[in-house]
């Protein structure tokens, strides 16, 4: 493996680039989740209205069906291939990893795909005018269908945190059932329950047709599977223990904005339950449409603080333990430190004349390498505000032994010579980018960042730290 | 590349080639339809409301072509994860180069898709025929833009020299000289898998193409059928005037690529297919008459000549690329584990969908007293 691959960089100017890929993966999954989910729920009303425990489900599961096409098929649909396409843009290389390793997982699940889409057509197009069986025959195998594309993908998202077995046998199913596969399965299976009820009971409000008594029949009824969420502490709990010490300790107070999330989402969820297993299934309170809407709202923002978190705890690696953030390779660290991380990049910078030395455009190339992919010159995770109170030294010290300075920091991978122009970098743009900046090349300064930079090593931050507890307590 | 396509490369390049091109070409039998589809729509909204209402295709196009862009969506899942094996470095080096401008085809997609879905509310039944003309125009131009953008991507992908130049320039646009023209030798060959596919399509719902049962449908004194020939012919005729224009913008090693071995069966049989189209719309224009047997053949040349056209596309790419290089990465990528599990669910989702399409048919009766339509 190669130790870095060059892309075309892209610039998002002021955002961060995990913005866009987490403000689309949380619409995403949001989206899929109420798909599944739905089709479990629209199988169970169906189940019921044919042992004549339910007179109105047939006729609310055609209501609730056009919304899921509507919404899931289209929306759903377009952004999961967005959310392809964005990870292109965002990180090329942890994608075409990805796709190499797991393309047959992925050809899997798109037949589950195509299953689930020419099923739901059907039921969508022709379900009014099918006797019960066959429908629920049709969303039986449509519900099946969208669990299982759930299934191939969960093992392909839950093997970037916990790749188990597959880092010493790179054996796709040792990668495929990894630590995290199950509970994090059974939590998107009640996430998605969860939400298609809550979706539902938004629904139960909005048809017409339906009297007071009705919906609230309905409503009872949909709002069964939240009963799942009992489960959720304990699923949850397992899940959490699956993650890696480090990664635990982010969301447990060892990154603010981690566990703040952590937070939400566990905040949001339990809100949501208490007042499932309280309001709508012990009192059998009627849920409006602001209510219902509500709570659907905070699901959202539950699923938004977990798929933060997911995407946040895999920190410094988007493949744990085989590829860093910014797509350099673990092992690929030493023989960039030697070679340079610039040195075979063909890109020019796009602005080069507006960098008043050579040093400053190298600069700008390993900022473009190494920091781009979670930071900004100027926006969000500004690296001139990160380091704004640091002196000089403390710039090319920190960043030189970056992994123990921020143990969820990659560490440095690149000659003195780069590091140094990216210090450079950092202060010229401090100082407002002045027309003049003069060049750096004090040879005892570059012999002291090798020294620092040799000092911190090339493992992980995570890797030095154990290593460092383990020595303190010898 | 001595050989014929897909022989003569080493046996992963020459597997993955197999399964892009395949999944490909399923792609564009969905995706012509609505590509051509939504360009029949806004023409005939164009016409006036008259036309419209006598066209049964008008009709048939509204009501199938949200499921058609569904099923476009889904089957290009397929030949997207085969190109990131395939060509992964170029595929990926062109999406970061057009940046916003190529991720752009996402949100267009999303409003075209639902402008389908709008011609066919009750909605938009209700509002002035400009509505009609504005939506369909706009839908069609949605899917016009994605179709630019792909070709300008793949295009792009193919040009390694003017990478480093387009991404100092931070220009998000990439032109070339056989850009229009290969845009429009696709965009003009999805016409005659149209009039394939609506030809088909009316034989199994029942809708009359000729005759006296057709004559309430003729419209600007042609039939059902003899409309049907016209796109056929048209596009056929069109895209071997564009194919005429593309052949000089390319570069001499593509040429020989697809004049050469390796390509020109493909083209024998891209050029075969497209006069065994030409020779069945003529004759079924001249009868007013689709006999099973002529349709059959010309499926059948439709056919030869996507699947060369398909072909010759990767032959135009294979020339450009450094294929020792990726031949190593097929080959490591090959040796992944994982096919024997595709397979035996690819065919037991096969069989699924093949039972649900007989069941629904079998078993789908008149709308029952009180329920409503779900379409």
Redesign the interface.
């Known amino acids: 493996m190669t130790p870095l691959?060059h892309?075309?960089?892209?610039d998002l100017g002021p955002i961060m680039k995990g913005m866009a890929i987490g403000g689309l993966g949380i619409f995403h999954v949001f989206l899929a989740q109420f798909a599944i989910g739905g089709g479990m729920l629209l199988c169970y009303l169906q189940w019921l209205h044919m042992r004549g425990r339910c007179r109105l489900a047939?006729?609310f599961i055609?209501d609730y069906?056009?919304v899921l096409v509507?919404v899931s098929?289209?929306?759903g649909?377009?952004?999961g291939?967005?959310m392809?396409?964005?990870s292109?843009?965002v990180s090329?290389r942890t994608?075409?990893v990805m796709?190499?390793?797991?393309?047959?997982?992925?050809?899997?699940e798109?037949?589950?795909?195509?299953?689930e889409?020419?099923?739901g057509?059907?039921?969508?197009?022709?379900?009014?005018?099918?006797?019960d069986a066959?429908r629920l025959?049709?969303l039986g195998?449509y519900s099946f269908?969208s669990w299982m594309s759930l299934f191939w993908i969960n093992g392909i998202l839950s093997w970037q945190l916990t790749p188990g077995g597959w880092i010493e046998s790179?054996?796709?199913?040792q990668g495929f059932f990894n630590p995290g596969f199950l509970p994090s399965l059974l939590f998107r299976t009640i996430c998605s329950a969860a939400i298609a009820s809550l979706a539902a009971c938004v629904l139960i409000n909005l048809v017409p047709g339906f009297t007071r008594r009705e919906r609230e029949s309905l409503v009872a009824i949909c709002g069964r599977p939240l009963v799942l969420m009992l489960a959720m502490p304990l699923v949850g709990a397992w899940y959490f223990g699956s993650m890696p010490a480090d990664s635990r300790g982010w969301v447990t107070g060892g990154s603010v904005p981690m566990t703040m999330f952590l937070t939400m989402a566990v905040g949001a969820s339990a809100l949501i339950g208490l007042y499932a297993i309280f309001g709508i299934l012990r009192k059998q309170l009627y849920v409006n449409a602001a209510t219902a809407g509500l709570l659907l709202s905070l699901a959202f923002v539950a699923t938004a603080g977990g798929e933060f978190v997911r995407e946040g705890v895999r920190k410094p690696f988007t493949i744990r333990e085989y590829l860093y953030s910014n797509s350099v390779a673990r092992d690929g660290i030493a023989e960039l430190r030697q070679r340079g991380v610039t040195a075979d990049d063909?890109?020019?910078?796009?602005d080069?004349a507006a960098y008043p030395s050579e040093q400053l455009v190298l600069g700008g190339k390993v900022f473009r390498a190494q920091c781009s992919v979670c930071h900004t010159l100027g926006g969000v995770n500004s690296v001139i505000e990160l380091t704004g109170s640091w002196s000089l030294e403390q710039k090319r010290l920190n960043i030189a032994q970056l992994q123990q300075t921020k143990p969820f920091m990659p560490p440095f991978a690149g000659t003195p010579e780069e590091l140094e122009a990216l210090v450079q970098l950092i202060g010229w743009i401090d100082a407002g980018r002045p027309d003049a900046w003069e060049e750096s090349s004090d040879p005892a300064v570059l012999a002291e960042i090798r020294r620092w930079i040799d000092e911190a090593g090339t493992r992980p931050g995570h890797a030095s730290l154990a290593a460092a507890t383990g020595d303190r307590r010898r | 590349m001595n050989a014929v396509f897909p022989t003569g490369f080493p046996p992963a390049t020459a597997f993955y080639l197999v399964l892009l091109v395949a999944t490909l070409l399923l792609h564009m039998v969905f995706m012509h339809y609505v590509l051509a589809g939504s360009a029949y729509l806004a023409v005939g909204r164009l016409m006036g409301r008259q036309w419209c209402r006598r066209c049964g295709w008008q009709r048939l196009l509204v009501d199938w072509l949200p499921f058609a862009t569904g099923l476009a969506i889904t089957a290009g899942v397929a030949p997207l994860l085969f190109v990131q094996i395939l060509y992964q470095r170029e595929f990926y080096s062109a999406n970061l180069l057009l940046s916003h401008r190529w991720m752009a085809i996402l949100p267009v997609l999303i409003v075209a898709f639902y402008l389908l879905y709008l011609q066919k509310s009750a909605w938009i039944g209700r509002r002035g025929w400009g509505w009609q003309i504005a939506v369909a125009a706009t839908a069609f131009a949605g899917f016009a833009f994605i179709a630019w953008s792909w070709t300008e991507n793949h295009l792009l992908s193919l040009d390694e020299a003017a990478w480093p130049t387009l991404y100092a320039s931070g220009d998000l646009r990439y032109a070339t000289a056989g850009l229009v023209a290969r845009l429009a030798v696709w965009f003009l060959a999805a016409f005659p898998t149209l009039a394939i596919e609506l030809a088909w399509q009316g034989r199994l719902l029942g809708i009359p193409l000729s005759g006296p049962a057709a004559a309430g449908e003729t419209v600007a004194g042609l039939s059902p059928l003899r409309r049907l020939a016209m796109t056929a012919l048209a596009g056929l005729v069109g895209m071997a005037a564009a194919a005429a224009v593309y052949w000089p913008t390319l570069p001499a090693e593509s040429r020989e690529a697809i004049a050469g071995p390796l390509g020109r069966p493909w083209l024998v049989a891209a050029a075969a297919g497209v006069a065994v189209q030409v020779i069945c719309w003529l004759i079924a224009a001249s009868r007013d008459r689709l006999p099973s047997g002529l349709a059959t053949l010309a499926t059948a040349g439709w056919l030869a000549t996507l699947a060369g056209l398909v072909v010759l596309r990767e032959a135009i790419r294979l020339a450009t690329v450094d294929l020792d290089t990726l031949a190593e990465l097929h080959a490591e990528a090959a040796g992944i584990g994982g096919l024997p599990v595709f397979l035996i669910f690819a065919g037991l989702n096969a069989a699924a969908i093949v039972w649900c399409i007989r069941m629904v048919a079998r078993r789908a009766v008149t709308p029952e007293p009180g329920s409503r339509s779900g379409s």
């Open positions: 691959e892309y075309p960089v892209v047939r006729r055609d069906f056009k509507l098929f289209v929306l649909a377009v952004t291939v967005a392809w396409f964005t292109i843009q090329p994608i075409g796709v190499r390793e797991f393309h047959w997982v992925w050809a899997t798109w037949s589950f795909f195509c299953l889409v020419v099923a057509y059907l039921f969508f197009r022709f379900g009014p005018r099918l006797p066959s025959q049709l195998l269908a790179r054996d796709v199913w063909p890109y020019p910078l796009r080069e």
